[in-house]
Nanobody, 117 residues
Framework: QVKLVESGGGVVHAGGSLRLSCIASGLEFSGYAMSWYRQAPGKKRELVAGLRRADGDIEYGDAVKGRFTIDRDDAQNTVYLQMNLLKPDDTAVYYC??????????WGQGTQGTVSE
């Protein structure tokens, strides 16, 4: 059974930082592209950052470029999202996403990140 378990969400003031983690189990982690998405109330789910493979292609959403960093540790089956210079508009539920470059896609349950003024 595949599981993606996010952690690290919380409440911070604007300008602060959070570091999200997603631990994967039940899959061949190194063979998956790992990404972070987010969904704010009343808005569509959007890509935050994607990392195709360790030391591979990285993609960031326009709203987070220069502030967020994605990385992964294949030995620990973990993908991270370092979020700096947070803004109230970054408030959302953050989801971990795994894709095997084929038909298999998995989502985590999400972790809430809230940025206050």
């Amino acid at each position: 059974q595949v599981k993606l378990v996010e952690s690290g969400g919380g409440v911070v003031h604007a300008g602060g930082s959070l570091r999200l983690s997603c631990i994967a189990s039940g899959l061949e982690f190194s063979g998956y592209a790992m990404s972070w998405y987010r969904q704010a109330p009343g808005k569509k789910r959007e890509l935050v950052a994607g990392l195709r493979r360790a030391d591979g292609d990285i993609e960031y959403g326009d709203a987070v470029k220069g502030r967020f960093t994605i990385d992964r540790d294949d030995a620990q089956n973990t993908v991270y999202l370092q979020m700096n210079l947070l803004k109230p508009d970054d408030t959302a539920v953050y989801y971990c996403h795994a894709w095997n470059y084929g038909p298999l896609i998995y989502w985590g349950q999400g972790t809430q990140g809230t940025v206050s003024e």
